[in-house]
Protein backbone atom coordinates (compact mmCIF):
# COMPACT_ATOMS: atom_id res chain seq x y z
CA UNK A 1 0.00 0.00 0.00
CA UNK A 2 1.17 3.50 -0.78
CA UNK A 3 0.00 6.68 -0.14
CA UNK A 4 -0.21 10.87 0.37
CA UNK A 5 -2.42 13.31 1.93
CA UNK A 6 -3.00 15.91 4.40
CA UNK A 7 -4.87 16.90 7.24
CA UNK A 8 -8.10 15.62 5.60
CA UNK A 9 -7.54 13.85 2.71
CA UNK A 10 -5.52 11.09 1.58
CA UNK A 11 -4.69 8.91 -1.04
CA UNK A 12 -4.23 5.56 -1.36
CA UNK A 13 -3.04 2.54 -3.75
CA UNK A 14 -3.47 -0.94 -2.99
CA UNK A 15 -1.45 -3.89 -4.03
CA UNK A 16 -0.69 -7.15 -3.96
CA UNK A 17 1.40 -8.73 -1.01
CA UNK A 18 2.57 -11.48 -3.77
CA UNK A 19 5.74 -9.84 -5.70
CA UNK A 20 4.05 -10.50 -8.96
CA UNK A 21 0.46 -10.22 -7.99
CA UNK A 22 -1.65 -8.14 -8.49
CA UNK A 23 -4.72 -6.45 -6.20
CA UNK A 24 -8.50 -7.99 -7.34
CA UNK A 25 -12.07 -7.08 -7.06
CA UNK A 26 -12.18 -9.00 -4.42
CA UNK A 27 -9.78 -6.81 -2.45
CA UNK A 28 -11.18 -3.85 -3.92
CA UNK A 29 -14.79 -4.21 -2.79
CA UNK A 30 -13.16 -5.29 0.86
CA UNK A 31 -11.22 -2.28 0.73
CA UNK A 32 -14.45 -0.41 0.38
CA UNK A 33 -16.57 -1.68 2.71
CA UNK A 34 -13.83 -1.43 5.36
CA UNK A 35 -14.01 2.64 4.51
CA UNK A 36 -17.90 2.41 4.88
CA UNK A 37 -17.42 0.30 8.46
CA UNK A 38 -15.31 2.93 10.05
CA UNK A 39 -16.90 6.54 11.38
CA UNK A 40 -13.70 8.28 11.71
CA UNK A 41 -13.77 8.47 8.01
CA UNK A 42 -16.84 11.02 6.90
CA UNK A 43 -16.19 10.01 2.65
CA UNK A 44 -14.62 7.73 0.84
CA UNK A 45 -14.24 7.30 -3.32
CA UNK A 46 -13.25 3.79 -4.12
CA UNK A 47 -11.44 3.91 -8.07
CA UNK A 48 -11.14 1.09 -10.79
CA UNK A 49 -8.78 -0.96 -10.49
CA UNK A 50 -5.59 0.10 -12.83
CA UNK A 51 -2.02 -1.07 -12.73
CA UNK A 52 0.23 0.75 -10.98
CA UNK A 53 3.12 -0.04 -12.76
CA UNK A 54 2.08 0.93 -15.87
CA UNK A 55 -0.23 3.36 -14.86
CA UNK A 56 -3.27 1.94 -16.93
Request: aromatic share 16%.
Amino acid sequence: MGGAGGTDTFTIYISSFDRYGSATEEDRSAFQAWLKNNTFIVDAKVDDLSDAYYGI
